[in-house]
């Protein structure tokens, strides 16, 4: 029985994460700040993430579903 309650709260708090996920990215802007590439290490990863995201998080759907999917 705690099992099926901890299946049962790990489902539905894995839902409200990916509603919040959906909601921070419908927010981001479509172009990454400028500073962002700048950032050592890290900054023109992300910043090629990010112009790779934004386009089909924008679209939704299909877009993004064939973005997401080699990943899934």
Do not use: Q, T
Request: proline fraction near 10%; hydrophobic fraction near 55%.
């Amino acid at each position: 029985m705690p099992l099926a309650l901890v299946v049962h709260g790990l489902a539905a708090n894995l839902a409200a994460a990916g509603d919040v996920g959906r909601r921070i990215a419908a927010s981001l802007p479509a172009e990454p700040p400028e500073w962002l590439a700048g950032l050592p290490f890290v900054g023109g990863v992300i910043d090629g993430i990010w112009a790779e995201v934004a386009p089909a998080v924008a679209e939704g759907g299909e877009a993004l579903r064939a973005l997401i999917e080699p990943y899934a």
